[in-house]
């Protein structure tokens, strides 16, 4: 396999190869610390660096093939752009706010025609999963507190300044070297409480908790991507190849009899289609064709493509040749998948919800907000005091649609449950109560309100309450959590 970050490895005919090589240790930073850039030695260290630092040069490589492989390798783009369907596509991202006044200012950033943050939502994360980090630039009415962004490149970035030696504080962005700039990143304000900064800085796909750089989502598949591409382009050549047939032609005699035939027939030339070729006993006509090797191509390549899929965090049957798999087999692969895509939906609605809540936390700095305002629980509909920007959630669409059937059945089945325990007097009509309200909020995936509670609920308002719900969540925010 040709490596785009490493030498390939060679080992001893007979003996086993190594997990990696020395320059596959230094290109992954895995060496810790890498190599210097004059002899290569390893084990050198940046000053002030944290972790164990991937090489610059890595990280740029892995960047330019991560984009040129969504622009060009089909398998990539597809990797990508299933993340990205249902991570933020169908019903698309939306805002959930439990105050009035605070919805205001989250409607005006959300809305404003220079962020269109709802509409950006594709590219922003697809320009997280190629580039591995965004880098956005907060710029801030000086007496509005209105916010706005500006993208940039974060190849571009030559430094991060941690505060306190902490790794999980970025303080400090520099971009463009020399001459360049540098941006504060983001962060409550100890005194304030209140987000402040010049930059948002997010490296959701970080190896360790003490790295300072995040990698490319796709660039531990590069490599089996480029090799995917390798067996089908080979595939194709041998195909095209097989379309030529030449004839194998055996004359009985010596040379001159060879050339006797070929004089007495005018040539080598191929026969006519629709001709007759006369020949007596001692010439003997054959066919010959290449052999294409589809059968092992095409094993050598479902091999590979269900290596990229796991690496990815897909099944084989979300990208390609759903064969030999049936609906049943397609569900049971369907939950790792599921779980996986939903942690990236998870991280990418994390890094949403706080860009929101800088925008309501500047609507505080700038007094068009107070510090604390009054949100209800709704579960409840008790109502207390939080702040601002914590009455703020981004919620996404669902990565599955649950099962009615299913998900009728086990509510029937709790029910009776529920019902015979309290006959027996095992639970109190309260306990049952509260058992259902939690199976409700589990199975429906939907929060229980108090409304549900009145015996005379009509039916159609609560299908509809479901429905609306389904389409934009309704969030529990856990306010009682702080979050």
Same mark, same amino acid.
Request: charged fraction near 35%.
């Given at each position: 396999m040709k490596s785009w970050f490493a030498p390939p490895r060679r080992a001893p005919r007979a003996a086993r190869a190594a997990e990696a090589t020395p320059a596959q240790l230094i290109a992954t930073g895995a060496i810790g610390g890498g190599a210097d850039g004059i002899d290569n030695e390893p084990g050198w260290r940046r000053a002030g660096s944290a972790?164990?630092?991937?090489?610059? #040069?890595t990280r740029e490589r892995a960047v330019q093939f991560s984009i040129a492989g969504y622009r060009s390798n089909p398998m990539a783009r597809a990797i990508v752009d299933t993340y990205v369907a249902f991570c933020v596509g169908d019903s698309g991202v939306s805002y959930q706010v439990t105050n009035p006044d605070v919805r205001r200012i989250v409607e005006e950033f959300w809305t404003d025609p220079r962020n269109q943050i709802g509409a950006g939502q594709e590219l922003g994360l697809r320009s997280n999963l190629l580039l591995g980090e965004t880098l956005r630039e907060l710029m801030q009415g000086p007496t509005s507190g209105v916010v706005r962004y500006a993208p940039l490149d974060p190849t571009a970035i030559t430094d991060v300044t941690l505060r306190a030696g902490n790794a999980a504080w970025p303080e400090q962005v520099e971009v463009g070297g020399i001459g360049g700039r540098a941006y504060r990143v983001a962060a409550v304000d100890d005194k304030t409480g209140l987000r402040d900064g010049e930059a948002l800085f997010w490296t959701p796909f970080k190896t360790l908790e003490t790295d300072l750089r995040s990698m490319p989502f796709l660039m531990p598949v590069l490599d089996w991507l480029d090799s995917y591409d390798t067996i089908l382009s080979n595939l194709i050549?041998?195909? =095209? +190849? =097989?379309?030529?047939?030449? #004839? *194998?032609?055996?004359v009985e005699g010596d040379d001159t009899d060879v050339q006797n035939f070929i004089r007495d027939r005018g040539g080598t030339h191929v026969p006519r289609s629709g001709t007759v070729e006369v020949h007596n006993q001692s010439v003997k006509w054959e066919a010959k064709s290449v052999e294409t090797g589809a059968y092992e191509d095409s094993n050598a390549a479902k091999s590979v493509l269900t290596l990229i899929a796991g690496g990815s965090g897909l099944a084989r049957t979300w990208l390609a040749d759903p064969e030999d798999a049936n609906r049943a087999t397609s569900l049971t692969m369907a939950e790792p998948v599921r779980r996986r895509v939903a942690g990236v939906q998870k991280m990418w609605l994390a890094c949403q919800t706080e860009f929101t809540r800088f925008a309501v936390d500047r609507a505080v700095a700038a007094r068009r907000l107070p510090a604390m305002v009054e949100a209800a629980d709704p579960r409840t509909g008790q109502a207390f005091d939080i702040p601002a920007a914590q009455s703020v959630i981004v919620t996404g669409p669902e990565i599955a649609a649950a099962d009615a059937a299913i998900t009728a059945q086990v509510l029937l089945n709790l029910s009776t449950g529920l019902e015979n325990l309290r006959q027996i007097g095992a639970l109190s009509a309260e306990a049952a109560a509260v058992a259902a309200r939690k199976a409700w909020e589990d199975f429906v995936g939907v929060p229980y309100s108090a *409304? +549900? *509670?009145?015996? *005379?609920a009509n039916p159609d308002d609560i299908a509809t309450a479901i429905d609306d719900a389904t389409t934009r969540p309704s969030p529990l925010l856990a306010l009682v959590n702080g979050e």
């Open positions: 972790g164990r630092e991937v090489p610059y #040069w050549d041998r195909t =095209a +190849l =097989a379309r030529y047939m030449v #004839w *194998d032609v055996t *409304d +549900l *509670d009145s015996p *005379d």
